[in-house]
C-alpha cells in the first residue's frame, strides 16, 4: 500500500479538465512545499511534470498545473489531449526519516 | 544534454544480491546540490523510491529496504551501483535511476527527479 492516496483512474473527454487528488499526511504533503508530479505512457520512463507543487519544469506544457490544500495536493490537467492519456504518479518529501514516498498512481483515460 | 542508463543482470535468483549500475553524463555528482536517486516498478504496480545519494555523499534509504540496500557512487566514472541482498520474487521490478536536485550554496534545484533512465527489468526467479 502506498504511502500517498490516489483515485486509481479517471477520465476525460477531449478539450475538458480534470484533476487527480493526492492524499498524504501531516508528515508528507501537509508539511512541506515538495511535491511532484510524474507522467509515465506504457512501457516509457516516468517523466517530471510538476516540481515544488505548482511549479513546471521548462518544455512542460501550460495545460498541466498544481496545486496543494491542507494534505492533499492536486494536478489539473486543461485541454485534455489524447496523448495526456498516460499513468500519473505523485510524490512527496516526507521529512529526514522516511525521506520520500510516492502515490499509487492514477490512470488517465482519454476518451 | 543529461542521460542516466541502467545495468545489472536481468535475472537473479533468490537469496543471491542483486548489483545494479547507473551511468549518467551531463552531469556531475561532486557539483553542490545533486543527488542520484533509484525507484523500482514491479510490474503493473506504483513506483517505489528506494535510495538516494547526494554529492556530499550523504545516503537516504527508504525505511522499510533499510536493511538490504547500500547506494555508492564514484564520480570519477560517473557511476552509482545499488545493491539489494536476500533478493525474493516479490523484488521483481524495473528499477530506474534518476538525477534529483536540491536548491544547494546558490544553485537551484527542484527537490524531484528531474530525469530518469529508461529503466531495467529485474527478475527474481530460481
Known amino acids: 500500500q502506498s504511502a500517498l492516496t490516489q483515485p486509481a483512474s479517471v477520465s476525460g473527454s477531449p478539450g475538458q479538465s480534470i484533476t487527480i487528488s493526492c492524499t498524504g499526511t501531516?508528515?508528507?504533503?501537509?508539511?512541506?512545499?515538495?511535491v511532484s508530479w510524474y507522467q509515465q505512457h506504457p512501457g516509457k520512463a516516468p517523466k517530471l511534470m510538476i516540481y515544488e507543487g505548482s511549479k513546471r519544469p521548462s518544455g512542460v506544457s501550460n495545460r498541466f498545473s498544481g496545486s496543494k490544500s491542507g494534505n492533499t495536493a492536486s494536478l489539473t490537467i486543461s485541454g485534455l489531449q489524447a496523448e495526456d492519456e498516460a499513468d500519473y504518479y505523485c510524490c512527496s518529501y516526507a521529512g529526514s526519516s522516511t525521506y520520500v514516498v510516492f502515490g499509487g498512481g492514477t490512470k488517465l483515460t482519454v476518451l | 544534454q543529461i542521460t542516466l542508463k541502467e545495468s545489472g543482470p536481468t535475472l537473479v535468483k533468490p537469496t543471491q544480491t542483486l548489483t545494479l549500475t547507473c551511468t549518467f553524463s551531463?552531469?556531475?555528482?561532486?557539483?553542490?546540490?545533486?543527488?542520484v536517486g533509484w525507484i523500482r516498478q514491479p510490474p503493473g504496480k506504483a513506483l517505489e523510491w528506494l535510495a538516494l545519494i547526494y554529492w556530499n555523499d550523504d545516503k537516504r534509504y527508504s525505511p522499510s529496504l533499510k536493511s538490504r540496500l547500500t547506494i555508492t557512487k564514484d564520480t570519477s566514472k560517473n557511476q552509482v551501483v545499488l545493491t539489494m541482498t536476500n533478493m525474493d520474487p516479490v523484488d521483481t521490478a524495473t528499477y530506474y535511476c534518476?538525477?534529483?536536485?536540491?536548491?544547494?550554496?546558490?544553485?537551484?534545484?527542484?527537490?524531484?527527479?528531474?530525469?530518469w533512465g529508461q529503466g531495467t527489468m529485474v527478475t527474481v526467479s530460481s
Open positions: 534518476a538525477l534529483f536536485m536540491i536548491t544547494f550554496g546558490g544553485v537551484i534545484g527542484t527537490g524531484a527527479f528531474d530525469i
Open positions: 501531516s508528515s508528507d504533503v501537509g508539511s512541506y512545499n515538495l
Open positions: 551531463g552531469f556531475s555528482l561532486s557539483t553542490s546540490g545533486v543527488g
